[in-house]
């Protein structure tokens, strides 16, 4: 297998990556379902091309103003809750589709576990007394 850092590739920059990034950040389930190194990239991946089909397909459905420089289409269709909720769908759908997928039954999650979180706040804790 490839080190963790050969994973890290960038896929999507602006505005996309930051959509995802931004509807993971509000929905901590999200991040959850795809801990480990190898769901983070399919989810990344397919989470980035499925939020793109969404936003072509409402800029087809909806009219937006005419432009006059103070914001881009993205951010004008997102002012819409509908539309940032139909994202946050899809991209949980990713995420849920993702989780469910046998081929990353074995994988480790990324970063410690809660007991081991626990375990080291006991021992932080157990330092800075003694200090």
């Known amino acids: 297998m ?5 994973l890290w590739i960038p896929l999507v920059d602006e505005p996309i990556g930051s959509i995802v990034q931004q509807i993971q950040d509000e929905n901590p389930e999200i991040a959850k379902l ?7 990239l399919a989810f990344r991946t397919f989470a980035y ?3 793109g089909l ?9 009219d937006l103003p005419d432009y006059d420089g103070s914001e881009n289409w993205v951010e004008a269709l997102l002012r819409d809750p509908a539309h940032h ?8 759908t990713v995420a849920e589709e993702i989780a469910r ?5 074995d994988d480790e999650p990324l970063g410690p576990d809660d007991d081991a979180r626990e375990r080291f706040l006991a021992f932080a804790r157990d330092r800075l007394k003694q200090a």
């Open 2 to 6: 490839a080190n963790v850092e050969d």
């Open 49 to 51: 091309i499925r939020t």
């Open 85 to 92: 909720a139909a994202l946050t769908r899809e991209v949980r």
């Open 54 to 62: 969404v936003l072509g397909q409402l800029l087809f459905d909806h």
């Open 34 to 40: 795809v801990e480990s190194p190898h769901r983070i």
């Open 101 to 105: 997928d046998p081929k990353y039954a």
